[in-house]
C-alpha cells in the first residue's frame, strides 16, 4: 500500500524520467503520466513472465518510448507554459486556453 503524504511543497512525479511536479509524495503529476506509468508496469510483468523474446524487447522498447515522448511533450507544455507567462498570460488564463475557454 502506498502512503501518500500531501505537503506544501512540490514533489518531483514518480514516473521515471518525468519532468512534472505534484503536491503528493508518490503520485503522479497528471492522469497522462499515470496512464502511462500503469502501462510501463503491465508491460514489464508481462515480459518478465513471458521471457526474453523478440516479441517482448520490441514491445518494452515501445512502452518506453512511449513513455519518453510523453516526457518529452510534457517538457515542451511546461516551456510553452514559462513562455506564455513571459508575455502577461496568467496561470487562470493558461487554464482557460487548456480547457477552450479562452476568448481571443
Excluded: F
Excluded at 497522462?32 to 508496469?41: F, H, S, T
Amino acid at each position: 500500500m502506498t502512503t501518500e503524504q500531501t505537503t506544501g511543497r512540490p514533489h518531483p512525479c514518480p514516473r521515471e524520467g518525468c519532468p512534472g511536479m505534484t503536491s503528493a509524495v508518490g503520485q503522479n503529476c497528471s492522469y497522462l503520466c499515470r496512464a502511462i506509468a500503469q502501462e510501463l508496469e503491465n508491460t514489464q510483468r508481462t515480459c518478465e513472465y513471458i521471457g526474453d523474446t523478440p516479441l517482448t524487447t520490441e514491445l518494452w522498447t515501445e512502452a518506453v518510448a512511449l513513455s519518453d515522448a510523453c516526457s518529452r511533450y510534457l517538457e515542451l507544455g511546461y516551456q510553452l507554459r514559462i513562455k506564455a507567462m513571459e508575455v502577461g498570460i496568467s496561470p487562470k488564463q493558461w487554464q482557460e486556453i487548456r480547457k477552450g475557454r479562452a476568448g481571443r
